[in-house]
C-alpha cells in the first residue's frame, strides 16, 4: 500500500482536502497567482496573504517516467509518476493509474481521482479521462 503523506503546517490543508476528496490549490490574496507545492508565501510577490481554492482536476500529462531499480516502497510494481499540466495552469507531480506504461504518451488527457494509503488517508492520483 501506498505510504501515508506527511502533514505540516504548511501542508496540512491539502492533505485534508484530499480526504474529503477535494483538490485544492493555494492562491495568493494580492498578485491572484495559483501555486503548488504549499509554502508559506507567494512565490512571486512573497505576500503571506493566502486563501484556499479548489481546482478542477483536469490536466493533460506532459511528461513520465518509471522507476526500474530499487522497488518503489509500498508498490507492488513501480507507478508511472507523471508530470500533469493541469487546466489553471499549475504543473503537479504524482502517479497516473489506469494506462499500462507502454501506452503512455504526451498529451493524455486525465482527471484526478483519490488513493487509499497503508494509514487510511487519501492521495491524489490521476486516471485517464474517459470519453
Known amino acids: 500500500m501506498r505510504p501515508d503523506p506527511i502533514l505540516r503546517i504548511d501542508t496540512a490543508f491539502f492533505w485534508e482536502a484530499c480526504e474529503r476528496g477535494e483538490f485544492v490549490a493555494q492562491k495568493c490574496g494580492p498578485c ?11 512565490p512571486k510577490c512573497h505576500n503571506t496573504e493566502k486563501e484556499v481554492q479548489q481546482l478542477s482536476g483536469l490536466g493533460t500529462v506532459v511528461s513520465w517516467c518509471v522507476a526500474v531499480r530499487p522497488q518503489a516502497f509500498g508498490f507492488e510494481e513501480s507507478p508511472i509518476a507523471a508530470l500533469i499540466e493541469l487546466d ?5 507531480v504524482s ?9 503512455m504518451q504526451p498529451g493524455i488527457r486525465v482527471q484526478v481521482a483519490f488513493a487509499d494509503t497503508s494509514g487510511g488517508k487519501k492521495v491524489p492520483v490521476f486516471k485517464p479521462v474517459s470519453e
Not at 32 to 42: A, G, Q, T, V
Not at 88 to 92: N, P, S
Request: aromatic residues 8%; glycine residues 8%.
Open 32 to 42: 491572484d497567482i495559483l501555486w503548488h507545492p504549499p509554502r508559506p508565501m507567494c
Open 95 to 103: 502517479n497516473i493509474e489506469g494506462v499500462a506504461e507502454e501506452d
Open 88 to 92: 489553471e495552469g499549475l504543473r503537479f
